[in-house]
């Protein structure tokens, strides 16, 4: 999972950490902070957002698939959400990279290279808070999948 800028608050950390490490019960996860572009205050919001979709687009190697998560994309239930991330372990991508934009959200190079887009709601979440629920839902899923007693509909 890539995530630009650092978490600051301690109750989000501890949260996210959590579900981290009950997600490597499962799968081999990579939790990636892009750190915040320097000077990025004196930017315009489309040219911070570039400079932040260069970080992104650094971090991805020919055979990984670009999921963004985005207010805009696709809702899925969580069953549903457990279903598409089989489907993708089973496609042969090298990895998964789940991205959460900054505070502005994604330039459009990130869009283009994206293979999906996720949304979480349509209400609009700080990027720190969408870690916390991110983490949350994939460990959901591989709960669903490995049919354990966590998720109940
Ligand atoms: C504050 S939002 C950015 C909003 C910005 N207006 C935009 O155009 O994307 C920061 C990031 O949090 C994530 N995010 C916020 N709400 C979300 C939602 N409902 N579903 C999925 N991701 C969300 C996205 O990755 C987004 O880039």
Redesign the pocket.
Known sequence: MLVVGKTEEDFMNEGIDKYISRLKHYISFEFITIPDVKGGSKLTTLKLKEEEGKLILAKVTAGDQLI????K?KDFSSREFSGFIQKKMNSGAQALIF????????SDEVYEKAKDQ??????????QM?RLFFTEQLYRAFTILKGEKYHHD
């Open positions: 963004l998560l985005d207010e994309g991205v959460i934009g900054g505070a502005f959200g994604f996720i949304s979480l709601s349509k209400m609009t979440f700080s990027h969408v």
